[in-house]
């Protein structure tokens, strides 16, 4: 991930994962109200303390990422029918999470799951912690 200073147009890295359960090739970020930083994996599922699967990862002010939310969904046919889906049942966690963004009041994380096509409202407390 990197940062464009347009005042002096010199171009930094902010975050360069050295391995995969650090973080895996994030594709869609997002800042907070507060600044923090929030990032959407799009790589390969990530084994890690958790299991396997997609991760929200958020970057700390140093530099170093932490684990927001981890992908868990599994889901039956029934489970699929009842929201509408035709898409078939099975486990999505290899699917990514991408369009994070908080809501204008700052009280709401949206993101989505690509694949059924899951949309998650998160609430906070976001006046503590990294985010």
Known sequence: MWRLDLAS????????????????????????PRGGVLLCEDGDSA???????????????????FIFAKNN??????????AGKTIGSGDYRNTEFAGACFDPSGRFLFVNIQTPGITFAISGPWAEGTL
Do not use: H, K, Y
């Open 9 to 32: 147009m010199r171009l930094v890295c902010v975050f360069a994962p050295p391995r995969q359960v650090v973080g895996d090739n994030p594709d869609n970020i997002t800042v907070s």
């Open 47 to 65: 084994t890690d303390q958790f299991g396997r699967g997609m991760r929200l990862m958020g970057l700390t002010d140093e530099g170093d990422s």
């Open 73 to 82: 969904v599994n889901v039956t046919s029934s489970q699929l029918a009842a």
